[in-house]
């Protein structure tokens, strides 16, 4: 290319006007993200407002339900933004996703509740979910692509690294907004509509993300494609029905995006909720621990990514993925044993155990109006609610659930009285029913597990978007490596919340929910150990 042999060093732009492109992008896309995983933050106030009453674990895994929804429909936004980026332009393209997630936030701040409008509440913010979901499915690999696009050929890995960075960056803001809300107002008006505020602050970050984006300047790769007019009139037939580069799509998802997804979720979302639900560490305390963690570690994103452009993409990815799969059951036990020493201490010397027909059990992974919850989903509940685990004990159809705490014996689990039947037991067999003592928490520690996590999240997540670019050529990129990432990302990793929260209540242990990343993540190393190669010194401009 005459551009990239005048500028030298493999450039195609200026360095002036690549870190502009990269501010530039990263900063809208830490906007999208923030307005995305506002709903994950909030869901444990706001779950309870939008299902009926009934069980608290159930509206929980109903909020799940629609924070999975928007991931399931991420990959249907890569191939309709996808396609419409490779005809028609990165800057275009994900101008009008932008608008789309940032609108549809706005609105959920707007939203009425059950109690105001029934079954049309949590309807209507499924509708918006899967509208935040479509726009991030073509955000991600525009802002990726256009950066790429715009970096020398020794470089890519560190410039697009500054937008993995924005993911984290974004939960990061969206924390120390709700911190923020939270610290102005008491618990109850929080939880009655203070929750709103986040969602309608991103009216202001949605205007000033426009704003920059469209300053910013057509890709000079695509540019120069379209001039020479090879770009592709079928971004979607050759992307996914032609060889090799399905083939290679497939590979993507396996070998890389699916394992980089679990640990990603595992090691920022699942971490928070494990903290609050499981742990019962004040909500502020898990934000400023989690926060702390992502300042530590974001700058190992970029890290990752410089150390990709010399020694390559793919090893790093799998090396995470790797340390992740054999280092996550004892790093949770650990965190259990530094930030709740007391629970820690009643589960051992405490024999619990639900016994019970099987076959009055039900799993509600979302809650609707067929939903009827049996004596043995509400002991269940309340058991997980407490953060306890317990032993399932098959009994004979017919007879009543027992409950067994130590030595004592509780029978039957009614709506009325059971709740306190139990609390009332779990009480005398010293259950600390406070929550984690903020002075038995070994800060320092807990901190340490946390910012272990997210070295985790940068190996897999620093280096993946150079190497998705990489392995497409560029007019079918924007398309081609879209669906693999927000299938990795999108399905397997943000099923995760609601896949683990319902193994864990299946399975009665606090940490039978790991079981589901250590998988993906071992079956990602496999593949991608044997069937993929690294990109870093792929020529883009060819």
């Not at 906007?31 to 909030?42: G, K």
């Amino acid at each position: 290319m005459a551009v990239a042999a005048a500028l030298g060093e493999g450039r195609i732009v200026s360095r002036q006007e690549e870190r502009r492109v990269i501010f530039a992008s990263s900063l809208g896309t830490v906007f999208e993200w923030y307005d995305f995983y506002l709903y994950a933050t909030l869901a444990p106030f706001f779950a309870a407002l939008f299902f009926p009453p009934g069980n608290a674990t159930a509206a929980l895994l109903s909020a799940f339900v629609a924070y999975a929804a928007g991931f399931l429909v991420r990959p249907f936004g890569a191939l309709v933004f996808g396609r419409l980026g490779d005809l028609v332009g990165r800057k275009y393209t994900f101008l009008i996703t932008i608008l789309c997630m940032g609108g549809s936030t706005f609105a959920v701040g707007l939203l009425p509740t059950f109690s105001a409008v029934g079954w049309l509440a949590p309807s209507l913010m499924l509708i918006l979910r899967l509208i935040q979901g479509l726009a991030l499915g073509g955000e991600y690999g525009g802002a990726a692509t256009y950066v790429a696009e715009h970096a020398p050929r020794n470089g890519r890995g560190y410039a697009t690294s500054w937008i993995q960075t924005t993911a984290t960056l974004g939960f990061f803001l969206s924390l120390g907004i709700i911190a923020l809300c939270r610290t102005q107002m008491d618990a109850k008006t929080f939880a009655d509509w203070g929750w709103r505020v986040p969602f309608l602050v991103s009216l202001i970050l949605l205007i000033f993300s426009v704003y920059i984006r469209l300053k910013l300047n057509e890709s000079p790769l695509f540019r120069q494609m379209k001039e020479e007019g090879k770009g592709s009139s079928s971004p979607l037939t050759d992307s996914f029905f032609r060889y090799p580069n399905n083939r290679y799509v497939l590979l993507a998802l396996l070998g890389a995006t699916a394992g980089q997804g679990v640990v990603w979720y595992t090691g920022q979302f699942y971490a928070l909720f494990f903290l609050t639900i499981t742990l019962k560490l004040n909500y502020l305390s898990a934000y400023a621990l989690v926060g702390l963690s992502l300042l530590i570690g974001t700058p190992m994103f970029i890290f990752f990514g410089w150390l990709s452009d010399r020694i390559g993409r793919l090893r790093i990815i799998l090396a995470g993925c790797l340390i992740a799969a054999i280092t996550y059951f004892p790093l949770f036990a650990a965190l259990t044993h530094y930030v709740n020493p007391e629970l820690e201490a009643f589960q051992a010397r405490t024999k619990l155990s639900v016994t019970v027909d099987p076959a009055t059990c039900n799993i509600h992974v979302f809650v609707g109006p067929w939903s009827t919850f049996s004596e043995c989903d509400r002991a269940k509940d309340a058991l997980t609610k407490a953060g306890l685990s317990f032993e399932s004990i098959d009994a004979e159809g017919g007879k009543p659930i027992v409950i067994q705490i130590g030595d004592k014996k509780l029978e039957g689990f009614d709506s009325k009285t059971g709740q306190a039947r139990l609390d009332a037991a779990l009480k005398e067999a010293g259950y600390p029913s406070g929550g984690a003592n903020p002075a038995k928490v070994n800060w320092f520690m807990a901190e340490l597990i946390l910012v272990i996590f997210l070295i985790y999240v940068t190996m897999v997540y620093g280096p993946i978007a150079a190497f998705l670019v990489e392995l497409f050529p560029t007019k079918i990129r924007y398309t081609s490596m879209s669906l693999p990432y927000h299938i990795g990302n999108g399905w397997f990793g943000g099923m995760l919340p609601l896949l683990a929260t319902a193994l864990v209540a299946w399975k009665g242990d606090i940490y039978f929910g790991l079981w589901y990343p250590i998988v993906v993540a071992v079956m990602t190393l496999v593949i991608g150990f044997f069937f993929l190669h690294d990109t870093k010194d792929v020529d883009l401009t060819e």
